[in-house]
């Protein structure tokens, strides 16, 4: 007798991506998503080490050392501790606390890489650190954590599609809700956990989504954003170990009933968890930050930048400066008055009246001496911005800067593209440079070239403990 199909034998959205993700294989991916991969987590090894350097990572990594492991005791043999720190010289965390550590590393300067079109996700910052705390703990090699990579973006980049990015217009930042599931299915292809598995993992990982967007609108804390992609990669390392281990997550954990699309989003699509699944890669859409800040300001610093080259102007010519732009924004990115560099990070305005006067370009620019600098705030705080007319129909980072000068002359330009982004992405010689320049302060330049070649050439890397310290 023939079975008869029930909705229950429908498999659910998580089901289906795991399935994918178990029977991936590295020679299914294409080349240029392999190279787009690689370039990603080499940024992301460099916006690590370039973020260890700051106070409230320093914070991070004290709490984490109150908690961890250490180096020193490890080599006495009391535990196994391996996972290095990124930046950090002599010191091995257990894979947790290191996968927390180097997350609010990666994410400590807003230089770290997401997706065009945004979809509040951060694929360096939140996949990479997880899974290479655990590469490093069980052995890995770099075909694994390079299969573990592609195969997370392509899952957490359809769920933050699915989400319409709408979970910050209800208060959350929206990283730290999808970050968790990203960090579950790099640590779960790292372990070797089967489509069952990861598919709990999924599960166990909704339920320790969190982050809230109030520092946005505070006089203080805005240091608390930088934990919430420390915190997706912990807990995406929490949500593999135990589904390894047996433990149990819901099946319907994306699109079911007080699940993420219904419980954490304003608007959802659900068939995008699943659309194009093998044939679109969505790797192909990851944005390399050129700049050190919120990715809104990058099309409208790119346009300034490119009307002051070519109209030969500097900052000082410019009368006045308009900005038309989309409704998130004006909600969430119009901070005229910020209280120190990480709102001012986070803040359209005050940016691109960083590009009219400094070279946005670098990272030791953006200082708390910045937030005091006369001539940017007068230049922010006199900025004009209004809202598209027909929002809709542009993406919603796109912006129209129209510029006067003290001569009379105006110059104006729309625009959403800009260097980083898929459409113009940095090629693997700027890549390099950018790390690089990220990785100078570091005490051994040459342990820097050696973690540099090692992940241009991950299908030859064997062993990530025979680096060094990349410090």
Known sequence: MSSIST????????????????????????ADVIERAKHCMIDALGVSAFGSQLPWSQAVLRYALAYGQSAGEALKGQTGARSQLLGVANTRLQAPHA??????????????????????????????????????????????????FVAATEVMFRIGAASLHSSEKLGFHAPGLTGPYGAAIASGVVLGLNA?????ALGIAGSLSGGLLAFAQSKQGAEVKRLHLGRACESGVMAARLAKEGFEGPETILEGRFGFLSSFCAQRDPALLTLGLGEVW??????????????TAHPAIDTLSEMMRLGHFTGQDIAHCQL???????????IRKPLDIKQGQYSVPFCVAVAMHKDPRDASVFNDDLVKDPKVLASCQSMSMIAFGDAGKRNAWASRVTLTLHSGEV??????????APER??????????????????????QAQVWLHAFLNLEKTSNFLNLGDLA
């Not at 069952?196 to 709990?200: C, D, I, N, R, V």
């Not at 790797?283 to 919120?294: D, L, M, N, Q, S």
């Not at 038309?324 to 119009?334: A, Q, R, T, Y």
């Open 7 to 30: 909705p229950s034998s429908i498999p659910t959205a998580s089901q289906t991506l795991c399935e994918f993700v178990h029977r991936l294989e590295l020679k299914d991916i294409p």
């Open 99 to 148: 996968a927390l550590v180097n997350g609010a590393f990666a994410h400590a300067f807003e230089m770290d890489s997401l997706r065009k079109p945004g979809a509040g996700v951060h694929p360096g910052a939140t996949l990479l650190p997880a899974a290479l705390a655990l590469a490093q703990e069980v052995g890995a090699s770099g075909e694994t954590l390079l299969k573990a």
């Open 196 to 200: 069952q598995e990861l598919t709990h």
């Open 282 to 295: 969505e790797t192909r859409k990851i944005c390399i930050k050129a700049y050190p800040c919120h990715v």
């Open 324 to 334: 038309e732009v989309g409704e998130k924004i004006l909600s969430h990115h119009d």
């Open 411 to 420: 110059w104006s330009k729309e625009a959403d593209i800009f260097w980083g």
């Open 425 to 446: 992405a940095l090629s693997e010689a700027q890549v390099q440079d950018r790390f690089l320049r990220n990785t100078a302060h570091l005490s051994s330049a040459s």
